[in-house]
């Protein structure tokens, strides 16, 4: 790279490649799958619906049943997987509970025979994207059982994905307002632009590697508390405040200190977050002490920073709310994140199809910047 160019911190705003997936309208507020608003669809279709949107580019119709019996038998867990499953739960903990699934979709991966992407062919990828789509909310169900030394709820074939994935959670089927509520949040996730782990997917993509370990990357990165890792630590602020007159106090000694209020800021939207917003009124919708106490906080937290960080354009993101709606649906903090990775995961494999079909690898440069050359004494 010529030393004359300048390149923002992070990327920030450099354009790597075209897509036909989605894009992030941060000025404007709003997003969109393959040109249809995101929170259309999660105010009026269903989660299979928008994943048929996202791998095979147009929503279902009259194939919609097809689609979703298509994805049923999908989501068991292969015998040579499910007999790895109590050690890769032993080995791992509350703390990463992101590491467990990387490990368990290696597995799944090499039991497959999971091939590189340079040697399959559409159709091959596509087979594959959607066995992993379908099997993750399984895995992370089963470790997370096996974790707290539970039996393994086997997936049923006759709910939709979202209800699905609570009832291999909790082992009892969720209500239908629990499901409206999950199955929301969860289309709203399934992409979001180039963010680190869908840009890390589609890298690793362009090596021409096996789809397994593009995702594998893609969790990676959504494990770190900057990106995907947010939803839990959200709540856990609102714990830390514990009621209303302690906010102003609290929140200001934060941020004064210049401390980082979880759940609020976002490095593309300079307005209100779409998914905040409709997130929030999921949680409405579901009512409680929480959503109370959430909502207060939240016109404090927005009114300090105001004060405090005038210019700033900072606003309430997607972990404020969708922890309030996890907590309230019954799924456990420690499940947030990889809550999160079960819709997400549905966005890097289309991703990663897109990829395939480029064979150009993403090699960028680096500008040096240590002292020079040195001879060797």
């Known amino acids: 790279m010529p030393e004359t160019v300048t390149v923002p911190r992070g990327l920030a705003g450099v354009v790597v490649t075209d897509t036909t997936i989605g894009h992030v309208r941060g000025l404007e507020g709003f997003y969109h799958y393959r040109q249809y608003s995101a929170i259309d669809l999660a105010e009026r279709r269903t989660l299979e619906d928008v994943w048929a949107l996202l791998i095979d580019g147009a929503l279902p119709t ?93 997936p049923r074939d006759d709910l939709p994905h979202a209800a699905n994935y609570l009832y291999m959670i909790t082992g009892t089927v969720p209500s239908p307002s629990q499901v409206a509520a999950v199955e929301k949040y ?65 929140l200001r000694s934060r941020i004064l200190s210049g401390d980082r209020i979880m759940g609020f800021g976002h490095p593309i939207y300079r307005t209100e977050d779409p998914r905040s917003r409709m997130l929030k009124g999921v949680a409405q919708s579901l009512g409680g002490p929480l959503v109370d106490f959430a909502v207060a906080v939240e016109a404090r937290v927005l009114s300090l920073l105001a004060e405090l960080k005038p210019g700033r ?16 649906c019954g799924l456990p903090r420690e499940m947030f994140t990889p809550t999160f990775a079960t819709s997400r995961v549905i966005g890097w494999c289309a991703n990663v199809l897109e990829q395939a079909e480029d064979s150009k690898i993403i090699r960028p440069d680096s500008r040096y910047v240590g002292p020079p050359p040195q001879r060797v004494p």
């Open 313 to 328: 354009e900072l606003h309430t993101n997607v972990e404020y709310y969708a922890g309030v709606v996890m907590e309230l």
């Open 62 to 154: 009259a194939s919609a049943d097809a689609f979703a019996a298509e994805i049923a038998p999908l989501r068991h867990i292969p015998p040579a997987v499910a007999a790895a499953l109590p050690s890769i739960a032993a080995a791992s903990s509350s703390v990463d509970p992101m590491g467990g699934l990387r490990a368990a979709l290696a597995v799944a991966g090499l039991a497959s025979g999971a091939r590189p992407l340079y040697d399959t062919s559409p159709v091959e990828r596509r087979a594959q994207a959607m066995r992993l789509c379908a099997l993750t909310p399984s895995l992370l169900a089963a470790l997370y059982r096996l974790r707290l030394g539970l039996d393994v709820v086997e």
């Open 186 to 250: 969860l289309i709203s996730t399934v992409d979001h632009g180039f963010n680190a782990s869908t840009f890390t997917a589609r890298v690793i993509a362009s090596t021409g590697a096996d789809l397994y370990a593009c995702i594998g990357g893609a969790l990676g990165a959504l494990s770190g508390p900057l990106h995907g890792g947010a939803p839990s630590r959200a709540l856990d602020t609102l714990d830390a405040i514990g009621s209303v007159d302690r906010a102003d106090d609290w």
